[in-house]
Each structure stands twice: as C-alpha cells, then as structure tokens.
C-alpha cells in the first residue's frame, strides 16, 4: 500500500537546436495525500505552461500539488526573441516522475522486501544481459555486418524491455513452485529461467485464474512498480481464499482487480499503451485463440478491442514461428489513430509486426485529394464494382474481322482473324493476370505469325531467313498486340472507365443502376496526378492492379481495427492479403458510421474468408465510466437495437455534466470548461461537429495557441480540439462534446457519430448545446421553472396581443387561424415554442 507520492526525478527532453535554454529540477513536498512538486525552466522565458500543474506567477516554473503518481510535464516554446535573435523555434519539455512511496508498517505486505529483491535482480540481470551485448556488439561493429544488425537489433529488444512498463509484474505458486511473470524473459548466468514471459504457454494460468476458477493455484501476486521500485504486493488469489468462495461469487461477476484499476486510473497522454501486466480472463480468451479462422471481437466503446487485438498479434507472433516468417499485418482505420496506438508493438518487442493505415494498402501512385458523397462511396466500396472492374478490363481485350499482315523482308506472314480471336480466347480461359497472360499471348501470337511465315516460305519455294524473336520485335506486331490485348496501369484504366459513359454502361448492365453508374462518371483530368481520387478509388486501384499484375504482399495473419466500417472493396483487399483466411476482425456494429452501417458482421466477413466466422464478445467497458456509459447507452435503440452496452468497471467514476445555455455562445463555454478540465490535469479533447471543426480550431487558437489540432494522429496536447469523424476509436480523460444535437442530425450515421463521441473520455464528459438536447439525451433538457414559464407566457401575450391589434383580422376566419396566418416567422417559432414548453411543463391546466 502506498502512502503518499515523491519525485524521483526530473529531466528535460525535445531539444531541437543545441543553443536552446536548457535545466529542470524538480523537488518535492511530502504529503499523505497527493504530491507538491515544482519543475523549473530556468531559462527566464515567462511562457511555461504545464500540463499537470499550474504555471508560477514569473512563468518559470510548474507547480504541481496534491497530484498522484506519473510523469508530469512543463513544457516552454520559444522562438526569434530578444534573446536568441536568431535562433529557430525551439521547445523544453520538462519532465519530473512522481511515483507512489512505498507504506512501511502494517499495510505493507509481509513479504514485500523478499519480492522487491527478486525484482531488483531481475532487473540487475537484465542490465548485465544488456552491457554484455552491447560489448559484443562494439567487437563486430566493424566486421560482420549481418551480425552487427543482428546484435543491433538485440540491444534495441533489451532497451525497450528496460525502458518502459514493468519487467516483473506476476507471479504464481503451482505445486509449491513459484513462476514470476513479466513482459519479457529473463535469466541468469546458468540459463536458469528468472522470469517467464507473459507469452510464454507457463504464463497462462496468471490471466486465466480467477478467484472462482483458481485454476490449481495456491497463489497469485500481482505487483505494482515504477522506476524498479515495488510500490504495492498484492495477492489476488490465495488456497484459503479460493476455498472460501461462496456459490453467489462464484455465478457472479469476475472481480476487478486492485492492479487494474489503478491502471486505468492512470491519466492518458495521447498514446495507447500496452497492458500486459492486466489484461483480463475473457480478454486472455481471445488473444490465444486459434489462428485458422476469422475471428470476430464484438465489443462496446472501450471494451479493449484494440489493445486485445494488438497483444494477440504479439502473441502470436511469439508462440508461432511459421506465422513469424509468414508475417503479421495490422490495419489501423486512419493514419491518426495508428498514430495513437503505433507504440503498443515496439513495447511488446513486437517491432516485426507491420502495422499501417488502411488507406496505405494501396502502394501505386495514386493518393486521395478529394472526398466522395456517400451515395457514390457506397458504389465504389460495393461488390457490385469489383464486377465493373473486372469487366471493364475483359472488354478491353479481343480483335475484330482482320487478318494481321506481317511483312518480313522479302517474305510476309498472315495470321487469320479466326485464328487471332481463338487465341485471345484461350489465353483469357487460364484466368492469368492480364500482364501475365499478355505475354502468353505475345508468345502464342508470335508463334502463330511464324509457322504463317515458313509456310508462305516454303509455298513460294524461298528460304525461311526471319526468326520468331524477329517477328516479336516488329512494330505491326507490337501495335496489334497492343490493340487485342492493351497495357495500362491501374490508374489509367480507372481513369479512362469514369471518363467514357459507353465503357461504364457496358461495365454496369445488370449490376449497377442509371443513377449509381452516373455517379461514377467525371471528367478526365489533365494528368493522372490531377484526378481527384478519394480513399474509396484506392480500394478499385487495387483491385484493379491485382488483376492486372496478380501480385500482393501476403500475409499469414492480418489483425483489422475498427473493421466495422470496412467496405466490401476494403475487405477484398485485405482477403488478398491473407490467402489463408486469418483475421482478427476488430469492431462495434453499433459504432459503424459511414455508408457501410450493417446489422451482422457476416455481411463483412463474407468478403474476407470462404469460411465461417467466429464473434467473440467482449462484455467489460474499461475506458468510459459507468455513468456516461448509461447514458451514451440510451442511444442503442435507435442505432443498434439488437446490441447491450458493456458493463464498466468504473462505476461511480463521474456523472456525465450538461451545459445548455440559450444566450451564451456554447463555443466560449466549452472552451471555459475545457480548459478548466485542462487546469485539474486531465488530457481534454473538444469534440465538434466536422463543420464547425476549422473554424472554432481557428478561434481557440487565437486564445490559446497551444492547443492541438489532432493532426498527424499528435493527440498528446493537454487539449486538443477534434472532428467528430476523427475521434473513433481515441480516447481522453475528459470529453468536452459541443453542439451535439447538430451532431446528431447532422447526417443519416448522426446519432452513431454521437454515440462515438460520447463513449471516448475516462473520466468526464460534458455536453454542452444551446437549448435542446438529440433524442435519446433530451430527458436531461430541465424542465424550464415555471414562474419563468409563466413570465414568458405573459410577455408573449402581450407582444401577441400587439401583433393583434397592429393587424386587420378577417371577420368570417377562425381566429386563430388568421393570427397565425398573420404572423411572421419569428412570432410562429415563439407560438409553437411557447405551446412545446406549456405542454411539457405540464401546466396549460393552470393557466388556461
Ligand atoms: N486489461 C486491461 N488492462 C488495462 N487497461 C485496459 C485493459 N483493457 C482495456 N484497457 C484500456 O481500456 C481503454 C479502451 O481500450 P481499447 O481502446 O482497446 O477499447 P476498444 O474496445 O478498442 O474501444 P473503441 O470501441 O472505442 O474502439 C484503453 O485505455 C485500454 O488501455
């Protein structure tokens, strides 16, 4: 048990130019609590700011109090000043470790000092393991090559497994016989196993023992550390405990772990970490299941989708050599949220895994300047198209009724129409890639234009003088073939079929209807580079390109994220990929937005595999707190009715706020509560609608111009602002969410957008609107008090009766009738608004 918090040290990083101001310390005050700590920049420039404390009066210093354990961060920006005149911008950031202090006394537990030991030496070992490779390695830098990368490569393993996360975070007790578990292996000087590695097949009883299921241990402890210090000794399952457990726990719920909740206690910094030291039972479940399948994960927002992705391809990378060599890929939806999760797999020394964004799949020369309406999307990323494709590209073959006339030299060949539509055909009939199959052909061709050619030699009695490579080389030859069988790039062909209405009738008939396939047509742009391709041209690039050539880097496991929103185009692109049919298929149908929203994930996985597939579930929401859970959940019936939000582990961890103000611009006030949030050292992300998303980044810059864009997937900002359609997938402690009733009706996935959003902070989230709330949130609209209601029935009387008297009535119409009539539409809104508000307050009785 902890009893209060230090600074262990301070350091200052992100020099960019040697000359920059340079110095930190960092000190500490003591207290059961929480922690004071000061970090300084003792350069004098007055524009420190901090994210975990408040910045001194001088500007030099950040102050931290009553903060918990973690890396707390000053950071000052400078540029062309007075004082560095020439200098180019620079920035310090400014950092001081606070960690736990570790309780003596009675609350520590009795064998605390014993297992600080063994993980001190784990760690000694470690760096002795480490120092001896380093010294080998400077003996071969400049011999062997291939062994100085290999050992380089060793060293960068060692540095990570020291660098970051616990070494030694586990142990259990089988048989009498303890295993400490930890994120990598380690051993001593005699090969005798110190730690085991949290993949290593002895490691799976410490994630699959539960206090109901101990699974045959007599122990499991679990131990809390930073900077090799233990700061807690927890035994989560022990004999006697494990054969004290009622019949009521052991139907119940799985508990939840002191370790874990710390864990997600932690503040985020922008960057998903790894968390091997908790992941849970039924997360463990997924991470190791079989490879021979496509294995859905369904889970609600948070429910570890992502990093149960990302450990099981660290998993398996570890427990199977033949997927090593075959390789593993995982797809990210955007290049900010891979940015954001990037790092799990280095910190996993899984550094081997390719990972990239699912647009970057494509690797020719196109790259996405513009951006479909989704009607026509939908038409791009359907099955329908690669059938469009495919048949834009067979029209292109053939030959008509003439016969190919070579001259060579003194003697001349004719191959027959017949014959050259016959050879067309047969080589169409092996199904080859149009470029393989083109050189078939050439040589058939070629072949055909020879024996043609002896026989008119030997006909005409002369001497057979031209060769078949001749032949090949001809331009008439050449420019036949072109005509029968043409080259193009994937590009020029895509390009050349939006351009040419006959070309996408032909391509469409049957498949496509009058007004999708004239949602593909456009002009073609002066150059290649110039056509306006969108991310779901990319996914017909490589459809095309893979017929044209037939190659593709494959895979042997392929691990997809956030793959609810796939498009059948997108999912044929991953299927060529992994021949194999070997998914980890990551996804909410509840956050699917976009113009693939579906209701069973076999409406997707279809494309990827012949085969079956599995859907796991993941029932445990570990990011949101339980009550803003509660409340994003009353939006499922109108998204997803079939689906159940997940259960969080953080109830009680705060109630969701709502800001609605007619009068005030919500824009300031979302800023104000933001940057309140900023001030109590939460990371705080402003999510808006995308229409609003330049124009208020624009606006808050000129406030403050320190906070982040989000761009290049940078989300470590203390706040950033961030497009709706951005946001799946991230997560911040808190979420400021303006304007979320034009989220919601904004577009057709409005309401799936807003549930996203709503499902993206740890800690808080705040709405903040003008006067009314999107269906679904609007019980949290207060009913307005009613003296105000009925101050504003009578003002609105009164200008009524104005509005009466300043205007004829006609005699013979209803008179209400002709009041409304007569108004203007100012007056109508203020009448049927008036009417909403009496009906909802309930009190038309009272005044009418
Ligand atoms: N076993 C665990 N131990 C500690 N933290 C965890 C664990 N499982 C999940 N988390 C944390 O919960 C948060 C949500 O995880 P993750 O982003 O993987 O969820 P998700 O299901 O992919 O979310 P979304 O539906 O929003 O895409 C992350 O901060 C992650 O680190």
Redesign the pocket.
């Known amino acids: 048990m902890c009893d209060g918090y230090r600074v262990t040290s301070s350091a200052s990083t992100g020099w960019q130019t040697g000359n920059s101001p340079r110095g930190a310390c960092g000190s500490c005050a003591q207290c059961s609590k929480g922690c004071s700590f000061s970090v300084t920049d003792p350069s004098g420039f007055p524009n420190t700011s901090g994210r975990d404390g408040n910045v001194s009066k001088d500007g030099r210093s950040l102050v931290g109090s009553n903060v918990r354990g973690g890396t707390h961060a000053a950071s000052v920006d400078g540029g062309r000043g007075p004082r560095f005149p020439r200098q180019p911008r620079w920035s310090l950031r400014v950092t001081a470790v606070v960690i736990p202090t570790v309780a003596t006394g009675p609350s520590q537990h009795p064998e605390h000092q014993l297992e600080q030991a063994y993980v001190t030496r784990a760690y000694e070992l470690l760096d002795k393991g480490l120092a001896s490779v380093e010294q080998t390695y400077q003996s071969y830098e400049e011999g062997n090559r291939a062994t100085a990368t290999a050992l380089r490569r060793a060293l960068e393993i060692l540095r990570n497994s020291r660098g970051s996360g616990q070494l030694v975070f586990g142990r259990v007790d089988q048989d009498g016989e303890p295993l400490y578990i930890g994120r990598r292996r380690v051993h001593d000087e005699s090969k005798n196993l110190v730690v085991a590695s949290w993949h290593a097949p002895a490691a799976r009883v410490f994630y699959e023992a539960t206090t109901q299921d101990p699974c045959g241990l007599q122990l499991k402890r679990v131990f809390s550390e930073q900077d090799r210090v233990l700061s807690r000794v927890v035994d989560e399952i022990t004999a006697a405990a494990a054969a004290d457990v009622s019949d009521e726990e052991l139907d119940g719920p799985t508990p939840i772990s002191d370790a ?1 909740l710390s ?2 206690d932690r503040s ?1 910094d922008g960057a ?2 790894e ?1 091997v ?4 039972a039924e ?1 463990f479940r997924i991470i190791r299941a079989a490879r021979d399948q496509v294995l859905v994960v369904q ?11 990302l450990h099981r391809a660290a998993w398996l990378a570890f427990n199977d050599e033949a997927l090593r060599r075959a390789g593993i890929l995982v797809v990210a939806p955007s290049t900010a949220f891979l940015a954001y ?1 990037s790092g799990v797999l280095p910190s996993l020394d899984a550094s081997d895994i390719l990972q990239v964004d699912l647009s970057s799949l494509y690797a020719g020369e196109a790259t996405p300047a513009a951006v479909d309406a989704p009607e026509v999307a939908r038409v791009k990323g359907s099955a329908a198209m690669a059938v469009v494709l495919q048949r834009a590209l067979l029209a292109r073959r053939g030959w008509g009724d003439e016969d190919l006339e070579l001259s060579l030299g003194g003697g001349r060949a004719v191959v027959p129409s017949s014959r050259i539509r016959a050879l067309v055909e047969d080589v169409s009939r092996r199904e080859l890639p149009h470029n393989q199959a083109r050189d078939v052909l050439r040589q058939a061709l070629s072949a055909a234009a020879f024996a043609a050619y002896t026989e008119a030699q030997a006909d005409a009695g002369r001497a057979v003088i031209a060769t078949e490579p001749a032949i090949r080389r001809l331009s008439t030859f050449t420019n036949a073939l072109d005509r029968m069988w043409p080259t193009f790039t994937a590009e020029e062909l895509l390009r050349s079929l939006y351009g040419t209405q006959s070309w996408l009738v032909d391509a469409s008939a049957g498949v496509l209807s009058a007004d999708e396939r004239a949602g593909l047509f456009r002009e073609a742009r002066a150059s290649i580079a110039d056509e306006p391709w969108t991310v779901d041209d990319l996914f017909c690039l490589d459809e095309l390109s893979f017929l044209l050539n037939g190659e593709v880097r494959t895979y042997g496991h392929v691990v997809v ?2 793959a609810q929103d796939l498009s059948p185009m997108q999912a044929r692109a991953l299927a060529r990929r992994c021949p194999e049919g070997s998914f980890t298929v ?3 149908l509840a ?1 699917a937005t976009g113009p693939w929203i579906r209701d069973d994930w076999a409406e997707l996985t279809d494309h990827l595999s012949g085969g079956t597939a599995n859907v796991e579930t ?1 029932s445990i ?3 949101v707190p339980g009550e803003v859970l509660e409340l994003a959940s009353r939006l499922l019936p109108l998204i997803s009715p079939g689906l159940t939000a997940p259960r969080s582990v953080r109830a009680g961890a705060g109630a969701p706020t709502v800001h609605l103000d007619a009068m005030e611009p919500g824009e300031d006030r979302a800023l104000e509560l933001a940057q309140q949030d900023v001030e109590s050292g939460m990371t705080t992300a402003i999510v808006v609608p995308d229409s609003s998303y330049g124009g208020l980044l624009a606006s808050y810059r000129q406030v403050d111009e320190s906070i982040g864009d989000g761009g290049s997937g940078d989300f470590g900002q203390p706040l950033t602002v961030v497009p709706a359609s951005v946001v ?4 911040f402690d808190s979420v400021v969410l303006l304007h979320p009733t034009e989220l919601a009706r904004s577009s057709i996935d409005g309401q799936r957008q807003l549930y ?1 959003a709503m ?2 902070c ?1 800690q808080v989230l705040r709405l903040v609107d003008a006067e009314e709330l999107p269906e679904g949130l609007d019980h949290l609209v207060p009913p307005r008090p009613v003296v105000a209601m009925a101050a504003s029935v009578e003002a609105a009387c009164a200008d009524l009766e104005v509005a009466l008297d300043e205007r004829s009535l006609e005699p013979d119409r209803d008179p209400l009738t002709e009041l409304i009539a007569q108004l203007d539409q100012d007056d109508r809104r203020l009448v049927e608004n008036l009417v909403r508000r009496l009906l909802q307050g309930g009190i038309r009785d009272t005044l009418f």
């Not at 799946?728 to 997560?731: N, Q, R, V």
Request: no cysteine; glycine share 20%; aromatic share 2%.
């Open positions: 874990l864990e997600l985020r998903m970490r968390v030291a908790t992941i849970q997360q889970g609600g927002p948070g429910t570890g989708k992502t990093v149960v992705g999760m994220d956030e990551l996804g909410d956050q993941l929401g570990y990011r799946k997938g991230l997560e996203v499902t993206r740890t």
